[in-house]
């Protein structure tokens, strides 16, 4: 079955999919992003999602003319059309075409492009049983990494970094060694007396959807939550980490620079808060 995408209002072969070449997201970056879940067929913490990016496009000034139905129509359009059960959603909004300048164009309908990708839930599972790997690296990012950009040069470097260290994620550090967040995802550690740790969100990290979740499903449980920047030696230290995201929902972390956390297995905090998330996702 070809992979479908939806640009501009009308859905296409993927293979077939295309913007212009002066497109402001090619050329600058000038655009915003979002990424679905998507479990047992339910686009998961939509509200979430679209509230994002609406913040996105506001923090850029992009006036994008589609309303929240209209695209959750479409985009559940897209989903049936991929005949996605378990997978992943983006959605890119640019500023549009227009002649490069670095300034706004004065007339720019913005572009909007949604592709959806199949994952295996076994395979994700799999991982998520076994846990996975951190490395460190100094955060090279600019001042406003609440907006969801893809402008993600930083981002995908990092990565690269971990896959050249055989591992899965990168945490990446502020200039006093604290984490600020993972390349594609939020950064977590269960310390002692089980106390969720997490770095606050300000303008250095973006408002996890996931994390957010996790924040309620964590309440729920009855654990104690602390908002605050920790350091790699803690998460050594800790009793567990993981990290959460749309694409890993949460995802157990069992090294970080090739240390062992806990036991080197993933922790029952991060089970429990990965099947509550499973389940609240599916009942949103
Ligand atoms: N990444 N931090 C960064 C830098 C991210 O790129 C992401 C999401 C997150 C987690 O946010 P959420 O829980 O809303 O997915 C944190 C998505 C999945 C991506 O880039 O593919």
Request: with cysteine.
């Amino acid at each position: 079955m070809p992979r479908i995408a939806y640009v501009d209002g009308a859905f296409t072969p993927h293979r077939d999919a295309c913007v212009g070449i002066e497109d402001r997201g090619l050329q600058f970056a000038d655009s915003v992003y979002e990424v679905w879940g998507v479990r047992n067929g339910r686009l998961m913490d939509s509200p979430g999602h679209l509230d994002r990016l609406f913040r996105s496009l506001g923090e850029l000034r992009i006036a994008f003319p589609v309303t929240r139905e209209a695209l959750m129509i479409a985009l559940e359009e897209l989903r049936r059309r991929n005949r996605i059960r378990n997978g992943l959603l983006y959605l890119q909004v640019t500023r549009g075409v227009a002649p490069r300048d670095h300034g706004f164009p004065a007339q720019a309908t913005p572009t909007m492009i949604a592709t959806a990708k199949h994952i295996p839930q076994h395979k994700a599972d799999a991982r998520a049983k076994a846990g996975v790997s951190v490395v460190t690296a100094p955060d090279i990012r600019w001042g406003r990494c609440d907006i969801k950009t893809t402008g993600l040069t930083a981002n995908i470097l990092a990565k690269q970094h971990a896959r050249e260290q055989g591992a899965f994620e990168v945490w990446m550090l502020d200039a006093d060694g604290y984490v600020t967040e993972g390349s594609s995802s939020n950064a977590w550690i269960v310390a002692s007396g089980d106390v969720l740790v997490t770095r606050p969100v300000t303008d250095n990290i973006l408002a996890g959807v996931t994390r957010a979740a996790i924040l309620r499903i964590a309440g729920e449980l009855g654990l104690t939550v602390e908002e605050r920047a920790f350091t790699p030696q803690e998460a050594m230290d800790a009793k567990e980490a993981f990290m959460t995201s749309a694409s890993s929902f949460v995802m157990p972390v069992i090294s970080i620079d090739g240390a062992q956390i806990g036991d080197g297995r993933p922790g029952e905090t991060s089970v429990a808060l990965r099947q509550g998330y499973e389940k609240l996702a599916l009942n949103a």
